[in-house]
């Protein structure tokens, strides 16, 4: 179903939320409860114009209504108000966000656009599942840890004793009372990623798991116990990924490090899990060498089977489904970056500038680089900036276009070819460091070729990860046959 409806949208919904009245410079709890009115008002006509579906106007309506009670409780504690400002402004920032997306939607239909009901609802949920999680912390907010973890944006502490290894955990004493996060939600994530590693061992084998994916175990025993808390560890990382290829001073095998990538994501694979949000941050360097982790996302997934994407929407594969092909495509955008990363510097943001006409609306977090970055800037490719760095209603528009529509097979080409723009001048950039070598040569042509591969607009003509992987090997001998093979996952 379509809804095409020859109406002004903003005749009757205002178009904007009310102010924030502020005191002192700082959010109230009744800014936010006026909000959520305003916010109300606006879905409950936007199901009455047809906009949104009944049920789904609903739904978002009773969870606003959750949010309302959850910030009433707070109003008990007015001297907690300065420390729960982070808390605040993610609320507020959340409401203007679904408050622009539907705005997004109904400029859509008043230029004459044709909306699937289907897009519209699947958004609406996942507004709802936005809301759930503030909720959560909303619960949480008595604990002086949860504004911090919320500024920073983790969903799990990362506790560094003296011992030397990372513990997770969960704050809650022996009474049950939650101290830090709310039981149900945080040890429920915490225990899924020790499902995740005890799986993993069970198939893979702890030795052969533990070389490229970050595992966890518990600890059980009281005097290891982090104050008699839930205690999960694992080996100390040095650094993310991300920040490791970021620093000057280290030192480092790019292919190497893009090959204990793809072995992570093989032995996943083989593991029939899928990760559902590959990126740089989500891998952990351990003295030089790479292991995936954060298996929050992670689904049980067999071959040809999939599941609507819920990750980093900067990584996001075109079909935007949870699959091994897709786990394929954000692979091989790590894997460009891993190798561009040497190429690149504060004068030169990206291997290929991305001209004004070309570019999308909006503006990329600045902190964005490389491949990563053009992907979000390049009007022909269907990534977008994540949702906490969202610069404008524009991006957020972006962003809900490519939930409610699918790609076309012209959309799918355009994209094709903006990637391999890109990764042609990466082969280039590579190939300059090996002017006298033809074999090495050689073997960059057939990397850029398996890097294109892996990032198709068609999820059928990525390859496997364990024949991405096989290749890949083959590939590296050519660039550096010093080298000998790395063990891991068999081929």
Not at 47 to 63: P, T
Not at 71 to 81: C, K, Q, T, Y
């Amino acid at each position: 179903m379509l809804i095409e409806q020859p109406f002004d949208p903003f005749s009757a919904l205002g178009g904007q939320l009310p102010p924030e009245t502020q005191q002192d410079g700082m959010l109230t709890i009744e800014d936010l409860k006026n909000k959520i009115d305003g916010m109300q008002k606006q879905f409950q006509e936007a199901a009455e114009k047809g906009i949104v579906q009944e049920a789904d106007g609903r739904e978002l309506f009773q969870e606003l209504d959750r949010i309302k009670r959850r910030l009433s409780m707070l109003e008990r504690f007015p001297e907690n108000i300065e420390k729960y400002q982070v808390l605040f402004s993610a609320v507020s920032e959340s409401l203007t966000a679904i408050s622009n997306g539907l705005r997004s939607i109904q400029k859509a239909i008043q230029r004459g656009g044709k909306i699937e009901t289907s897009g519209v609802s699947l958004w609406v949920k996942n507004e709802c599942m936005r809301l759930k999680g503030l909720r959560t912390f909303i619960s949480s907010a008595r604990a002086d840890s949860c504004v911090k973890f919320l500024a920073e944006g983790k969903a799990k502490e990362i506790y560094d004793p003296l011992r030397g290894a990372s513990v997770y955990l969960v704050a809650h004493d022996a009474s049950g009372v939650t101290s830090v996060f709310t039981l149900s939600l945080k040890e429920g994530e915490l225990r899924q990623e020790l499902k995740i590693s005890e799986h993993l061992k069970s198939k893979l084998g702890a030795e052969t798991a533990g070389e490229y994916l970050v595992l966890v175990e518990e600890v059980k025993d009281p005097a290891e116990m982090v104050e008699g808390r839930f205690t999960l560890k694992c080996e100390k990382a040095d650094s993310d990924l991300e920040d490791f290829l970021a620093d000057p001073k280290n030192t480092y095998d790019p292919f190497q490090l893009g090959e204990d990538g793809l072995s992570s994501v093989s032995l996943l694979h083989e593991a029939d899990l899928t990760h559902g949000d590959l990126k740089l941050d989500n891998f952990l360097t351990f003295h030089g060498r790479v292991r995936m982790t954060d298996f929050g996302k992670t689904k049980h997934t067999s071959d040809g089977e999939d599941f609507i994407y819920s990750g980093n929407p900067r990584h996001e594969p075109p079909e935007r489904r949870q699959s091994k092909p897709g786990d394929v495509y954000g692979m091989g955008i790590v894997l460009g970056q891993i190798l561009e990363r040497k190429y690149l510097s504060e004068t030169k943001k990206m291997l290929v500038d991305v001209s004004e006409s070309d570019r999308k609306s909006g503006a990329p977090d600045e902190s964005r680089i490389g491949l990563e970055r053009y992907l979000i800037l390049c009007k022909e490719s269907i990534q977008t900036e994540s949702g906490g760095s969202l610069k404008s209603a524009s991006l957020i528009g972006q962003r809900l276009g490519r939930m409610l529509c699918s790609p076309s097979d012209a959309m799918l080409a355009d994209a094709d070819r903006a990637t391999g723009i890109y990764i042609n001048q990466l082969v280039l950039e590579l190939q300059s460091k090996y002017p006298d070598n033809t074999e090495a040569q050689k073997g960059i042509d057939e990397l850029g070729e398996l890097i294109k591969r892996m990032m198709s607009a068609h999820p059928a003509a990525r390859p496997s990860a364990k024949e991405a992987l096989a290749e890949y090997r083959a590939i590296r001998q050519k660039i550096s046959p010093q080298k000998p093979l790395t063990p891991g996952p068999s081929e």
